[in-house]
């Protein structure tokens, strides 16, 4: 089992304990986890044998797992020095989630780490700081979200349904939807929301600032396994997503180097040309958002498959042609 499911099971154990006044029993884990009953109890036992005030009571009926009362403000979690180290230098990449409840508590959570460190180790923490500096990438401000995404949370770890008024940016309108939010996904400074939308019958991705109103329903939902959804967000090139494309592109010996230095996409294949170039391959959930990214490369990238994104990127080149009038100079403003 990967360590990382393991990890993302127990951080959900914590979620629910924390949400519920009345605890939660095995069966009712079993069903916030999706997996078998046995797997919970082994992932109670590493809990409680990592520090965690976690105990079971069978007052009435059917035993009950609760987090000790006076946890809820304050989780023990055991951090070596280098750990803390690197979760306070780690508050600049995290700057793009300022004006959310997530910062306000990574601040307050960076505060206590900077006052568990000794005097010695922050002396040596202030004077590194001026070596190491992360610019913030570009970001939307969602300080007029908290509400939302707070909402979203609950509904996620509660699995309730929401309705939702959201507007559509390609077609400049509003509709109302019934959604069953699966996950919140932070991806290029924005916050997104993977959710079966039941007006479309299918899984969706909803950008957090254009829901204009949200409503939690009675209704629930069973979440699907966790796979299914890591499946659909690691498909796409991007967020949005379209019918599954496999696509090749050429790219010059010019930016060879630099498509070989990262991971573009999970399934990309990478083939080195006897001229230095590079062939790029890979299999994208549609091809909207692949093509920014081939015109970021301008003419050191050419589509070799399909037609159909070759053709649009032609049509993209030709209209940037007509706009810079083929070396004609701008037109005066005013």
């Known amino acids: 089992m990967a360590r990382g499911d393991q990890l993302a099971r127990q951080w959900t154990i914590i979620q629910s304990l924390l949400a519920s006044r009345t605890g939660k029993t095995i069966p009712q884990l079993v069903e916030v986890l999706g997996c078998h009953r ?3 109890y082994r992932d109670l036992e590493a809990l409680q044998s990592a520090g965690f005030p976690l105990y079971s009571d069978q007052a009435e009926g059917p035993s009950r797992w609760y987090l000790i009362e006076s946890a809820r403000q304050s989780v023990p979690i055991p951090f070596s020095i280098t750990e803390l180290m690197a979760l306070y230098f780690s508050r600049d990449w995290l700057k ?6 997530f910062h306000e508590s990574l601040e307050s959570l960076f505060q206590k780490v900077k006052a568990t460190l000794p005097p010695e180790t922050n002396r040596y923490l202030e004077t590194f700081r001026h070596t190491v500096k992360v610019r913030t990438q570009p970001h939307k401000q969602y300080g007029a979200f908290r509400e939302t995404l707070d909402s979203i949370n609950q509904a996620i770890i509660d699995r309730t349904v929401l ?3 959201y507007y559509t940016m390609s077609r400049k309108q509003r509709s ?8 919140l996904w932070f991806f290029d400074g924005a916050f997104y929301l993977v ?11 909803f950008a957090v600032d254009r829901i204009r109103t949200l409503d939690t329903l009675s209704q629930t939902f069973r979440r699907p396994d966790e796979g299914v959804v890591d499946g659909f967000m690691e498909a796409s090139f991007g967020v949005f997503r379209g019918e599954n494309v496999q696509v090749t592109i050429r790219f010059s010996s010019q930016v060879a180097g630099y498509i070989h230095e990262k991971t573009w996409h999970p399934t990309q294949k990478l083939t080195r040309l006897k001229n230095g170039a590079v062939l790029f391959e890979a299999e994208v959930a549609g091809t909207e958002e692949i093509k920014h990214w081939i015109l970021q490369w301008g003419a050191q990238a050419e589509v070799l498959a399909p037609d159909t994104l070759r053709r649009e990127i032609q049509a993209e080149a030709m209209g940037l042609l007509k706009a ?3 070396g004609e100079p701008p037109e005066k403003i005013g």
Request: aromatic share 12%.
């Open 163 to 165: 309705r939702i008024d």
């Open 96 to 101: 793009v989630l300022e004006n959310t409840v």
């Open 38 to 40: 046995r797997t919970v």
């Open 324 to 326: 810079y009038g083929a």
């Open 195 to 205: 959710a079966y939308c039941y007006l479309r019958e299918d899984v969706r991705v």
């Open 176 to 183: 109302q939807r019934r959604i069953a939010p699966y996950r």
